[in-house]
């Protein structure tokens, strides 16, 4: 079984986990295991934050998400799930059990990889925006995030790296990589689980590596490429007449002159 939830909640985690976010990947949550796929807990009050992925706006203190990837479905069924780790979070965070948390500090998130098309057809939803969607269930609203679909932008390079869209992924790999960093090892592991889904991805991690590197190198100027290179080497990848090419006939016979008289 391909470990998609703790893939996203790591790369979360990673990203976006501060002084101010604490979090929990598979919140245990009962005596009989029900694990909550990610918990995000603010430990000051919560303001915006545009650096956050489209639909995970995060301004409540406790934020409960769950996540189907490609080979599951966001149904009726997983959001029940989700109400049902609401109510067990808020009786184990409560002080005292005749005061629980209020109702208001707590927010939902349902993320899917697939577009969920048979849950829109029997829920009550507005579209915020491409891919994202607020549904309404029962007293409760529940942000769904539809990652297959979400636009590509460097904001949302999380979203795309776990969308299953090949193209999307690639965009996600280039740009969630910050140039002068090791290359996060999660980069490995997503791509060999998007393999054995069956994914055709035009990349594997060493193959990313190589085209980061042609990239870097193009860009950067002669005096960068050339830096740190021994003389000798560089000049064991030009043929004799590629060395003296440009050269007039005065500046050789000049040079020969120069070698004589050393001699």
Known sequence: ???????????????????????ELEKDLSL???LLDILIVYNKNPGPDESLPDGLDL???????????????MSRWAI???MGHYTNLRK????DPSKLPLEEDFAFYAVATRYPQKLLSQVEHAERSQGVF??????????????SIIPPEPHN????LFSGDPDMVEYGLKNYWKEGEPLPQIFDELLSHYHLEGLKMPYTTEEFIRDVNRRVISEA????????????????????????????????????????SQN
Request: charged letters at 25%.
């Open 1 to 23: 079984m391909i470990p998609w939830h703790r893939l996203i909640g790591t790369t979360l985690k990673e990203t976006y986990e501060t002084l101010e976010r604490q979090f």
């Open 32 to 34: 009989k295991k029900q």
């Open 59 to 73: 301004l409540h203190q406790y934020n409960l998400i769950t996540y189907k990837s490609m080979q599951e479905s």
């Open 80 to 82: 029940n799930e989700l």
């Open 92 to 95: 184990q965070i409560a002080t």
């Open 134 to 147: 607020d549904v309404v269930w029962g007293a409760y609203a529940i942000r769904l995030i539809v990652l």
């Open 157 to 160: 390079v999380i979203w795309n």
């Open 221 to 260: 100027t002669l005096q960068d490429r050339l830096e740190g290179l021994p003389k000798e080497e560089v000049l064991k990848n030009f043929s004799l007449e590629d060395r003296l090419e440009g050269l007039s006939l005065k500046e050789i016979e000049a040079y020969l002159q120069k070698l004589k």
